[in-house]
């Protein structure tokens, strides 16, 4: 397994994994990535047991494991942080995940393993440094988890999105980069109105990020997005009614 390489500069290399997660499709497709700057690493939303072996391998052709100092969490689901066991096993990497989270991914590993590298991410954000830089948490709340962070990586201009921006598909969909939303629109409609919670979220969300220089928005599930299609998406969540804003007491009735 190769990577996808997003960006190389000046020691700075940003990589993506897109199907290390290919079981025949009993699991969503998921994106794996890896940020290198200089001699340290960090891995951000580093999946779950489906990938690890193969996240691992393919990692080695392109960075020594044992150098990473940050496994990122965008929030706690399993396809987001299920290896951990493994992970804390094979490197000293510290943990980044929301405070939320952080009494709570202990339960992914053996008793003891996480004691003193569990970093929780307080609401409003914070720097994590990766070699002579800094990646960037972003408050992302309720996008979808309760406690949710995006990470922006100020070097490559690269937003890493976690579950806003999905297009399902396959591993192979994931590495043809989106350049115009309206297209896309049919892999991303059904999974963001019931994803994530509500427009006011997501107006917060885009006044938050129409601000940043970004070259790339590139979710962990799906293909990145760019040139028109940074704009074109933030201009259509704005809009977007979705979660609560759908739901009535038709959604809540007793089974018949």
């Known amino acids: 397994m190769s990577a996808i390489e997003l960006f190389a500069r000046d020691g700075h290399r940003v990589l993506m994994f897109t199907d290390l997660t290919d079981d025949g499709g009993e699991a969503v497709q998921s994106n794996q990535f890896l940020v290198v700057d200089g001699d340290t690493g ?4 580093p ?29 706690a689901d399993p396809d987001i942080i299920a290896s951990l066991d493994r992970w804390t096993t094979a490197t000293q990497a510290q943990i980044y995940v929301s405070r939320l989270w952080e009494r709570f991914v202990p339960h992914f590993c053996k ?5 003193g590298r569990v970093v929780g991410i307080p609401d409003p954000g914070m720097r994590i440094r990766v070699g002579r830089n800094d990646l960037i948490a972003l408050p992302a709340h309720f996008l979808h988890a309760e406690g949710n962070f995006q990470f922006y990586d100020p070097v490559s201009r690269i937003l890493f999105s976690g579950d806003l921006g999905v297009s399902l598909g396959t591993g192979l969909d994931a590495q043809r980069p989106i350049h115009s939303l309206p297209g896309a629109l049919s892999r991303m409609e059904g999974f963001h109105r019931r994803y994530m919670v509500s427009n006011k979220i997501l ?15 590139v979710p962990q599930h799906g293909a990145p997005l760019s040139g028109e ?28």
């Open 42 to 45: 960090a891995v951000i939303d």
């Open 111 to 115: 008793a003891g393993k996480t004691v």
């Open 47 to 75: 999946g779950g047991n489906l990938a690890y072996g193969e996240l691992y391998l393919a990692m080695t052709k392109y960075f020594p494991p044992s150098r990473l100092s940050a496994l990122i969490a965008s929030h």
């Open 229 to 256: 299609a940074i704009p074109q998406f933030i201009a259509w969540v704005r809009k977007l009614e979705c979660g609560i804003d759908l739901m009535d007491q038709r959604a809540y009735t007793v089974p018949a």
């Open 203 to 217: 107006r917060l969300w885009a006044d938050m990020v129409e601000p940043l220089p970004i070259d790339l928005i």
